[in-house]
């Protein structure tokens, strides 16, 4: 009962303080004391990997002559899984009233410590329910990160938090990839682009409409320079996003095949060592 009581008051603050997050995060690149306070209490080991929207994605990913796309990568992880809970609704978007992708696809939460989320929040799923709840994400156009993320052990009052792995179904309103290009380096590059993508642009496709400008990446790696669009490569995670957005095939997600071990091993030492 204490425990649904901490979950319901953070709710509401979390809600209420929404709108405030990108002033609090700028306050890490201006304050190293304040930095390493907003990195103890919700970044402290986190380790987060970006996995592209399936629907986005120009090529399938081959290895020892089979191919998959990025989202069995996640599949894989639930399907080892026992203990599964998804959560009611996605809090970002509620709290945001996001009118463009559905507030009722929420995280999911993997590993023994999923079983202390209270149940007015999130219910147990099996497998089944879990690998469906990512064909639907997948189908809505929302991309995906999985790894540990300390904030939600703090809001949920759950732990340990080695034995809690987050599946994320994101969209431009999320709060954890808005604010991330706000925070300092040392806490924003604990969100990575998963091994061997990238998001080309084909400017022969592009019709200029600047539909891509539009609040769709949350990384700010796209602009328009000499009036052409431009990707920052090196700001780009690789969520799709822009791919999802743009209707004239202008740009795709694609995949270095050779790095495929590479990211299966990734997740898997991840995996290992949330669970």
């Given at each position: ?21 990108f ?44 191919e ?15 203990d ?23 995280c999911?939460f ?10 007015h929040?999130?219910?147990?799923a099996?497998?089944?329910e ?35 792995l ?18 300092d380096?040392?806490?924003s ?14 400017e ?7 539909k ?19 990707i ?17 095939d ?26």
């Open positions: 009962m204490r425990r649904i009581r901490f979950v319901d008051i953070s709710i509401f603050v979390l809600k209420y303080i929404f709108n405030w997050r002033w609090i995060a700028e306050i890490t690149k201006k304050s190293k004391t304040y930095r390493k306070i907003i990195d103890k209490m919700l970044f402290e080991d986190d380790e987060i990997v970006v996995i592209p929207n399936t629907i986005n994605v120009n090529k399938k990913i081959e290895s020892e002559g089979s998959f796309l990025p989202t069995d990568i996640i599949k894989e992880v639930i399907s080892r899984c026992d599964i809970v998804i959560m009611n609704s996605c809090l970002c978007r509620s709290s945001n009233n996001c009118k463009d992708y559905p507030q009722d696809i929420g999911i993997l590993g023994p410590t999923s079983k202390k989320i209270p149940s929040i999130g219910k147990k099996t497998v089944e879990a690998l469906a709840h990512v064909d639907k994400a997948d189908a809505a156009g929302l991309s995906h990160i999985i790894g540990r993320n300390k904030i939600d052990t703090v809001w949920m009052n759950v732990k340990p938090g080695e034995g809690l987050t599946i994320c179904h994101c969209c431009p309103c999320c709060c954890l990839w808005k604010v991330y290009p706000n925070l380096d040392s806490i590059d604990k969100l990575e682009r998963l091994d061997g993508v990238k998001v080309k642009l084909h022969d496709n592009c019709k200029k409409c600047k891509c400008l539009d609040n769709v990446c949350m990384f700010k790696a796209i602009d328009m320079k000499d009036g052409k669009i431009t920052d490569t090196d700001i780009c995670k690789g969520c799709g996003l822009c791919a999802n957005t743009c209707k004239f202008a740009i795709t997600v694609e995949y270095n095949d050779a790095t495929i071990d590479n990211v299966v091993n990734r997740i898997d030492n991840l995996f290992e060592k949330e669970l």
